[in-house]
């Protein structure tokens, strides 16, 4: 994590946050930022977990601590998805979002067209934090299962959410993308109905609903969304009595699997091992700060 050291030999901080230091008539302000992550393996691959965001969220956080601005953790969000769209313009945001507030949460991003032409405008930070681009925002908490095991398998192939969503779009024409995102909509909103109302079953089919949407989505466009490897990982937690889907825009990186209390974890882990599928072992982080 980003920790923040006075100093008088580093650079100035990074425009995004630092741009709040001179409208607020502060003094900038040298400092060292040291990053130390442990999102990789030994050999220094990603696992696909969002760790840029991660570290854009913890290093606003630390300019803000540093500063004394007391953001919000909304506002933290809003500065760290500013920042994200100048290089990822597709960026939806949600690794953010989930880096910002923690816990199980349900996401709708904002309008980034709108964001990207105000920062275009080299608009002030009060006028961008309030930019109408916002409007379409929704982060709201959901209720984490509670019978359900929650287990990440990472394939050990990296993935490139910008270049996977270009070649989507690119190759979406054969087939009906509009009716995509709706039926996605949906499976989403079932998905967030069936976890606050405690609904095994029906959080299950949601995401065995959303892993068919997303292979459907990648043979009509000609894009490995789901990889051979994460192709074994679903399948292998699917006969073992569990739910798997590819994480973010797929390609490789991780899985996600929701498996019931009778399901056959094990054989589906040893499955995994002899694929050369490596569980990682985490938790989703306690939800920080109340209601998004």
């Known amino acids: 994590m980003p920790s923040i050291i006075p100093t008088s030999t580093c650079s100035p901080p990074s425009p995004s946050p ?58 933290v969000y809003r500065l760290a998805l500013l920042a994200t769209i100048r290089v990822a313009p597709q960026a939806s945001g949600g690794d953010l979002a989930a880096s910002a507030f923690g816990g199980w949460i349900s996401y709708r991003s904002p309008d980034r067209e ?44 990296p993935a490139s959410t910008e270049r996977l969503v270009d070649a989507v779009r690119d190759g979406s024409g054969a087939m009906d993308y509009p009716a995509f995102l709706l039926d996605s909509r949906a499976c989403v909103t079932d998905l967030a109905r069936a976890l ?61 699997v929701l498996a019931p209390e009778d399901a056959d974890i094990a054989g589906m882990l040893r499955d995994w091992e002899e694929r050369d599928i490596r569980r990682l072992t985490l938790s989703v982080s306690p939800a920080e700060g109340g209601a998004p």
């Open 114 to 157: 709108v964001l990207r032409a105000s920062l275009d405008a080299e608009a002030s930070v009060a006028d961008l934090l309030a930019s109408r681009g916002w409007d379409s925002l929704d982060i709201a908490r959901l209720a984490p299962p509670a019978s359900l095991r929650f287990l990440v398998g990472w394939t050990g192939r």
């Open 18 to 75: 630092s741009a709040c230091v001179p409208e607020r008539g502060l003094p900038a302000r040298y400092y060292d930022l040291r990053i130390d992550s442990g999102l990789d393996d030994a050999s220094g691959r990603k696992f696909g977990l969002g760790s840029s965001a991660a570290v854009t969220i913890a290093t606003i956080r630390a300019i803000d601590e540093f500063y004394g601005f007391a953001l919000s953790r909304r506002d």
């Open 196 to 256: 606050d109302d405690a609904d095994d079953t029906a959080t299950l089919d949601a995401v065995r609903r959303a892993r068919r949407l997303l292979r459907r989505l990648g043979r009509s466009a000609g894009v490995a969304i789901e990889t051979d490897a994460l192709a074994a990982l679903c399948d292998t937690a699917e006969a073992a009595g569990a739910a798997a889907k590819s994480s973010g825009a797929g390609g490789g990186d991780c899985g996600i």
